[in-house]
């Protein structure tokens, strides 16, 4: 009879300790699955954060080209505006340069034309005259207002006397030959040469001497 009752009271707290962990494993369940939907929605939200993140650099990427395409395109519009300013400048430079060329060609021309009056009487009066020595006094009158123009123009003769060092930079030597001045030294001028201010005009064309021949 003890047997039984003892028996019977095991059976008891076996089916209370069953009752208790069966109650447990229902109330966890839910925990579980509520943790494993929390999870859930934290992976969900790190993912839109993570592809807000990205929309927002590829937003900060794109303005970035957008300003840098601008700035191209306004450096382009510079560079073409000083283009054409630089191409303007040219033909205005050019422009003026021929003007100025003509209007001194002009100029020594209009003193010229005095001269050439006064060559033009004096023919004629030669053709009528047989006075040699005032024919003569007359080409001397024109000469002289003629050197007088190219003076005032800056021209001056270059000197190429005999017995004058020869020198490359003014004079062009045309002939070598025995005389009595120094060897390398001008023997006589053939043709004056001239200096526009301190630029050559022309050459002096010379013979130079190769020395005394023995």
């Known amino acids: 009879m ?9 059976r008891n707290m ?30 969900h939200h790190e993912a ?3 592809q807000s993140g990205a929309d927002e650099i590829t937003q900060d990427t794109q303005e970035y080209i957008d300003t840098l395409e601008k700035e191209r395109e306004e450096y382009k519009n510079q560079a073409l505006r000083a283009a054409a300013e630089l191409q303007n400048v040219l033909r205005r ?21 005095p001269i050439l009056d006064e060559l033009s009487h004096a023919l004629d009066a030669a053709k009528k005259s047989t006075n040699y ?54 023997a006589h001028e053939v043709q004056r040469g001239y200096l526009l201010r301190d630029k050559v005009l022309r050459h002096s064309k010379v013979v130079t001497s190769a020395g005394k021949s023995e």
């Open 48 to 50: 839109n954060d993570t």
């Open 2 to 10: 003890e047997a039984n009752d003892k028996n019977a009271a095991s």
């Open 93 to 113: 430079t050019d422009k003026e340069k021929k003007e100025i060329q003509e209007y001194a060609n002009r100029y020594l021309l209009e003193k010229m034309l």
């Open 133 to 186: 020595e005032s024919l003569l006094q007359g080409v001397e009158m024109i000469y002289s207002k003629t050197q007088k123009i190219f003076e005032n123009a800056g021209v001056q003769p270059i000197v190429a006397g005999s017995g004058e060092p020869f020198n490359v930079e003014y004079h062009e030597a045309i002939h070598h030959i025995p005389h009595e001045a120094p060897e390398g030294h001008i």
């Open 14 to 43: 076996g089916g209370k300790l069953k009752n208790l962990y069966n109650s447990y494993m229902r109330t966890e369940e839910p925990t579980q699955k509520q943790m494993n939907n929390d999870d859930t929605l934290e992976l």
